[in-house]
């Protein structure tokens, strides 16, 4: 079953990957098109999709997961598929996922990050992944994360942002209308 359930990643000690840490958002690998969650290895996922993939997610395992963690998965996913079939290791579809909840609708969003999490716990178990591996494999992923879910850092993962994450501009004073205020 997937790591997701657990609300975390197979391997504790890379807990960093993915789960929110309690660093700071630097500016580098953050967008600012605030309608896109996500772009990694030429994919772009919406706030909308991601959302959705979140409470899908949340659906399947029977407990709250945070739209960042989902980011994550979605982020490090082609480094971590490569790596497996590099260690013989069969992609995961998408019916053996459905199949372990079948009334629980995913959307594809969904499916691609549970794919995902099945593969690292899979590769965890067998022994073909552990920390260090693993984040060689963030340092590999090239991902810009909007802010609102908290930045990515190459060998760490996804990181917590800065909270509030919409940063108030002050307004320019205006001129007085119509003359007023002129003496």
């Not at 794919?115 to 810009?144: E, F, M, P, Y």
């Not at 800065?162 to 940063?167: A, E, G, M, Y």
Request: aromatic share 4%; proline share 5%; charged share 15%.
């Amino acid at each position: 079953m997937s790591s997701f359930r657990r609300g975390r990643f197979a391997l504790g000690a890379a807990a960093s990957l993915c789960t929110l840490a309690l660093a700071g958002c630097g500016s580098g690998g953050v967008m600012h098109d605030g309608g896109t969650a996500l772009k990694y290895d030429g994919h772009s996922v919406s706030n909308s999709q991601l959302q959705t993939a979140a409470k899908d997610i949340s659906a399947f395992v029977g407990a709250p997961i945070d739209p960042a963690i989902v980011a994550g998965r979605l982020a490090v996913g082609p480094q971590i598929e490569k790596y497996a079939a590099a260690k013989g290791q069969s992609p995961i579809s998408d019916s053996t996922i459905q199949a372990q909840k079948p009334k629980v609708v995913l959307s594809a969003t969904a499916l691609e990050a549970l794919r995902v999490d099945a593969l690292i716990s899979s590769l965890a178990n067998n022994g073909n992944l552990n920390n260090a591996s693993l984040q060689a494999l963030t340092k590999k992923s090239d991902v810009t994360v909007n802010p609102r879910y908290g930045s990515w850092e190459k060998g760490k993962g996804m990181v917590a942002g800065s909270h509030p994450w919409i940063k108030a501009t002050p307004k320019a004073q205006q001129p007085a209308v119509g003359g007023q205020g002129q003496g």
